[in-house]
């Protein structure tokens, strides 16, 4: 599982300028000065101006991810170690500090977490077993390691299939109450019984029903989250694409007794990105809410740079992670790097949370830069779009620490 091409990285020379050769990518990190001052023909880096903080970097379609095969496949005294494994080459190898997790206790119909009244919960009729024990101590595990990093775990709850079952029922769908009860319980069930803190609630996942559906639901949630001691807010509208998330807020985009509920704009990727994605970004900006794209199969680079940098996001997903980080082997014993781990982990592995995405220009429209600051350093990695090896003058160097270049699979 190692990184690179084996070669060591040699010491920069005392120069003003220095070129390197570039194809894929490039990575500088403990950078104290970069293009601060002197000329700089290729790149440059605005210190002084600062865009999002960064949250985190998720593991879409729930934490379990690679971890559900293994599981389902070999006794638990063989699945839970090299699991353990799964999730902490995730956490220290790629970077991964969150997950969206999968909503506990509701039954198909609607009814397993009380006895008509959706203000308590019956938790004798609370069906715990949607959550097994083993899949608990996964989750349990992942957060701990993160928290032993120094981050704090941003989970999020989505609808699982006994909650999307019940999207059509009635007395469910219809009852903001009822729909709310779903995510609370879970909520208050993951902290009470495993210490799980979940940061946000989805309503639904990619909605296909009214606005005033979901905008019900959640003035119905807020005040009961609160109620419950819990400090989960709603993700909204985590709709598939960013045109149709837009499609969610335009209609409330002056209902105060919803949006003071609302922690976060999430969104899919699979549809009509922009200009939307601008949009979410700068109405976040407005409200005081950070952005998110929480779901896309198989992104390139190409992908994260723009939800970065159009979309504003602060946290940012790699959708069904177990086929496009760690591959397993024919016997479910070992995991190694996907063919498309490196392109993400690149970023991931070096811009830890914290970190404030500040201002990076280009004179050659081909190389894409990104730039981060944190703790006093600034990291940077820039993207070679062009078919071409390019060289990049960088001037006013000092005490910089280059990590191989490594070309895109």
């Given at each position: 599982m190692g990184e690179g091409s084996g070669d060591e990285p040699k010491a920069l020379p005392d120069s003003k300028n220095v070129g390197w050769?570039?194809?894929?990518?490039?990575?500088?990190?403990?950078?104290?000065?970069?293009?601060?001052?002197?000329?700089?023909?290729?790149?440059?880096?605005?210190?002084?101006?600062?865009?999002?903080?960064?949250?985190?970097?998720?593991?879409?379609?729930?934490?379990?991810?690679?971890?559900?095969?293994?599981?389902?496949m070999l006794p638990q005294a063989v699945a839970d170690p090299v699991n353990y494994q799964y999730l902490d080459y995730l956490t220290d190898d790629l970077g991964l500090t969150g997950t969206r997790t999968w909503e506990v206790g509701?039954?198909?119909?609607?009814?397993?977490?009380?006895?008509?009244?959706?203000?308590?919960?019956?938790?004798?009729?609370?069906?715990a077993d949607t959550l097994s024990a083993q899949d608990a101590s996964y989750l349990v595990h992942y957060q701990n390691r993160i928290l032993?990093?120094?981050?704090?775990?941003?989970?999020?709850?989505?609808?699982?299939?006994?909650?999307?079952?019940?999207?059509?029922?009635?007395?469910?769908?219809?009852?903001?109450?009822?729909?709310?009860?779903?995510?609370?319980?879970?909520?208050?069930?993951?902290?009470?019984?495993?210490?799980?803190?979940?940061?946000?609630?989805?309503?639904y996942n990619e909605p296909s029903m009214a606005y005033t559906i979901l905008t019900d639901d959640i003035k119905a949630l807020g005040p009961r989250f609160l109620a419950q001691?819990?400090?989960?807010?709603?993700?909204?509208?985590?709709?598939?694409?960013?045109?149709?998330?837009?499609?969610y807020i335009t209609p409330v985009l002056n209902?105060?007794?919803?949006?003071?509920?609302?922690?976060?704009?999430?969104?899919?990727?699979?549809?009509?990105?922009?200009?939307?994605?601008?949009?979410?970004?700068?109405?976040?900006?407005?409200?005081g809410l950070t952005t998110a794209q929480t779901e896309m199969g198989d992104p390139l680079f190409e992908d994260l740079y723009n939800d970065l940098t159009l979309a504003g996001v602060s946290y940012w997903e790699v959708a069904y992670s177990a086929a496009l980080t760690l591959t397993n082997n024919t016997g479910l014993t070992?995991?190694?790097?996907?063919?498309?781990?490196?392109?993400?982990?690149?970023?991931?592995?070096?811009?830890?949370?914290?970190?404030?995405?500040?201002?990076?220009?280009?004179?050659?429209p081909s190389l894409h830069v990104l730039a981060f600051s944190q703790?006093?350093?600034?990291?940077?990695?820039?993207?070679?779009?062009?078919?071409s090896v390019q060289t990049i003058n960088l001037s006013a160097l000092q005490s910089i620490k280059p990590l191989p270049i490594r070309n895109e699979v």
């Open positions: 050769g570039l194809n894929s990518w490039f990575v500088l990190s403990e950078l104290l000065a970069f293009c601060c001052r002197g000329f700089c023909p290729d790149v440059v880096i605005q210190p002084a101006q600062a865009f999002q903080t960064i949250a985190g970097w998720g593991h879409g379609g729930g934490v379990l991810g690679g971890t559900a095969w293994t599981e389902s509701p039954r198909i119909d609607g009814t397993g977490t009380d006895d008509g009244d959706c203000e308590a919960v019956d938790w004798n009729l609370f069906e032993a990093e120094g981050f704090q775990p941003s989970f999020y709850s989505s609808p699982g299939y006994p909650t999307h079952a019940s999207d059509s029922k009635p007395w469910v769908l219809n009852h903001p109450g009822e729909r709310a009860q779903q995510i609370w319980a879970s909520s208050l069930y993951l902290k009470t019984n495993y210490g799980i803190n979940i940061s946000y609630g989805v309503i001691g819990l400090a989960t807010q709603v993700q909204y509208a985590e709709a598939v694409a960013p045109q149709t998330d837009w499609s209902d105060p007794d919803m949006w003071k509920y609302v922690g976060r704009i999430s969104y899919h990727d699979y549809g009509t990105a922009d200009p939307y994605r601008s949009y979410l970004r700068d109405f976040g900006s407005f409200k070992a995991f190694t790097p996907s063919g498309t781990y490196f392109r993400l982990r690149e970023l991931m592995h070096y811009v830890r949370p914290g970190a404030v995405r500040i201002g990076a220009v280009s004179g050659d703790n006093g350093s600034v990291t940077t990695i820039i993207e070679n779009t062009s078919a």
